[in-house]
């Protein structure tokens, strides 16, 4: 790779990774330190202000459509610019809540912010700026931006100690406006899949016809919105289900610690493997170990090595998955309709993201565990079987394709 376009990446990268980290973690992951604080100030019910995330999951989700649209006509570098205003408002809004209303007001504002500057946009960001080879510096992103809540828990708790809940919150807002509002705008390297001759932002990696293009799209949005369900819902309550196959609490701590450095552990080698990794395999791949790791919770004894061997291979394939998850449209559609897929992608996802805690909660503690990892496991199922049928239809694009070729 040239100098100059190693230099262009690794701006990109230091770029999106401080804003991404300080978008997650001043949004999504601030509810796991200041939840509990605010609740008793407010006069509200912890789960009530838990429910922010889901407003700010169901909003993202209905306005992902429209920021899929605005991608393909502002670009990204503009989008996340608004992305960082509005954050910065919602928390301002906040800052200044007195009850219900202005708490979920200020949800609603952080759900627009998400849907205009959270994963699918930096991603589009990125492939404006490094094309259909932007997989390796997606996966690069992908791997800070997990370290996010690890970062900003400890942030946020001393802020709160010193300063108060609110002042905490008047801190993330002047994060957003004094940091990522200048490095979205002025930071950013110019887009080059826009300007590449030929049109090679035009062409999409695989030749499918419209129809089977719609076809594709479906079998992705079917299989990564029922990954990410199962994901999102197991996710609350695994130290739960640790607790119930025997572990002690400590024990269960971790458990859960292990599976999140698993999953860095997994992004860490999608970025290793870069441009020569296939977002097909790798999902299939992700799902199957999770697959694996719920049957093998229901068919055998609890037991200590047995919730060792579930960490590793649910956390391995959750880390691996989740990438797959942001590639997998870059590798069916042309780097310019990346941005609008993506965002499209984002709907069923952030709704499944939405609801999974609360249905799984409810099975886990009215049926127990093994219906709730039996569920699971026909899920992953079902997601692996789309992911199948995404890659014969894939295959039978690149036989048609050198048929013709061959005939010619």
Not at 323 to 348: D, I, M, Y
Request: charged fraction near 10%.
């Amino acid at each position: 790779m040239p100098e100059s376009s190693r230099f262009r990446s690794a701006q990109t990268v230091s770029v999106l990774a401080v804003t991404q980290l300080i978008g997650w973690g001043t949004t999504f992951d601030m509810l796991g330190v200041m939840g509990r604080v605010v609740a008793p100030d407010l006069g509200l019910a912890n789960e009530v202000v838990f429910a922010g995330l889901t407003i700010m999951m169901v909003v993202s989700a209905i306005v992902s459509p429209a920021t899929g649209r605005w991608l393909g006509r502002y670009g990204a570098a503009r989008v996340l610019s608004a992305a960082s205003l509005t954050f910065a408002l919602g928390l301002l809004l906040l800052a200044a809540a007195n009850g219900i209303v202005l708490y979920a007001s200020a949800w609603i504002i952080i759900g627009i912010g998400g849907a205009f500057g959270l994963s699918a946009p930096a991603y589009t960001a990125v492939v404006e700026r490094e094309g259909a080879n932007g997989k390796r510096v997606i996966a690069i992103l992908m791997l800070f931006t997990g370290l996010s809540s690890a970062i900003f828990w400890p942030i946020l708790s001393l802020l709160n100690e010193a300063v108060g809940w609110r002042l905490t919150f008047l801190v993330c807002a002047a994060l957003q406006f004094f940091i990522c509002l200048p490095l979205h705008l002025f930071a950013l390297p110019k887009p080059i899949a826009t300007h590449v001759d030929g049109g090679t932002a035009e062409i999409a990696p695989v030749p499918l016809s419209k129809a089977k293009q719609r076809k594709a799209f479906l079998l992705i949005a079917a299989a990564t919105t029922i990954s990410t369900f199962v994901t999102f819902g197991i996710s609350p309550s695994l130290l739960e289900i640790f607790r119930q196959s025997g572990a002690s609490p400590v024990f269960a701590l971790q458990l859960g610690s292990a599976r999140g450095i698993l999953g860095i552990s997994a992004r860490f080698l999608d970025m290793l493997l870069g441009r020569r990794g296939n977002p097909m395999l790798s999902a299939a791949m992700g799902i199957s170990l999770m697959m694996i790791s719920f049957v093998i919770m229901l068919v055998a004894s609890p037991s200590t090595p047995l919730l060792v061997t579930f960490v590793l291979f649910y956390g391995f394939g959750t880390g691996v998955m989740t990438v797959a998850r942001a590639l997998l449209p870059l590798a069916l559609f042309s780097p310019r309709e990346f941005g609008l897929q993506s965002a499209r992608l984002s709907l069923p996802q952030n709704l499944a993201n939405a609801i999974a805690p609360v249905i799984f909660t409810a099975i886990l503690d009215r049926a127990g565990t093994g219906p709730a990892l039996a569920a699971c496991a026909v899920l992953a199922a079902l997601s692996l079987i789309f992911v199948l049928m995404l890659m014969a239809l894939v295959r039978g694009a690149h036989a048609s394709e050198s048929t013709i070729l061959n005939v010619s």
